[in-house]
């Protein structure tokens, strides 16, 4: 498979996790959706749990073609970026919906920007 390839299939699974498949996570990775739904002291910091469950989901689903074009078995380094990916992921969704920060168009170029560089690294290894 051609590196290129791997490239848009990293792109094209952002695009799948990030806008299809977040499902009633996109609400519940906001502050505001737990205050509204389950205003209990006890859900206050649920959120966060919503937002880990998102950036897991998203990194594994960049990484797959990743993983799926290796001839090789995984580096360490594609390891290190899945959970580095996963942590970035999370604060820059918290960001946006949570400190509202930062916009659509700056979570999405910030999730751009590790994609390109995690498909950098690996063509590198």
């Known amino acids: 498979m ?12 952002h695009i799948v996790d990030d ?3 977040q499902g009633i996570l996109a609400s519940m990775k906001q502050k505001g959706w737990w ?11 649920d959120y966060i749990a919503a937002l880990i469950v998102h950036a897991l989901s998203w990194a594994i689903m960049i990484t797959l073609p990743i993983l799926y074009a290796s001839t090789w078995d ?3 380094a594609v390891y290190l970026m ?8 999370a604060t820059v969704d918290d960001f946006k919906a949570n400190r509202r920060k930062i916009n659509l168009i700056t979570d999405q170029s910030i999730h751009i920007t590790q994609i390109v560089f995690t498909w950098l690294v690996w063509s590198a290894l």
């Open 74 to 76: 995984p580096h360490w």
């Open 35 to 45: 205050k509204a739904n389950a205003p209990d002291k006890l859900y206050k910091h």
């Open 19 to 21: 806008f299809y498949l």
């Open 82 to 89: 899945l959970a580095v990916n996963m942590a970035i992921h």
């Open 2 to 13: 051609s590196i290129f390839v791997v490239l848009i299939l990293m792109f094209l699974a």
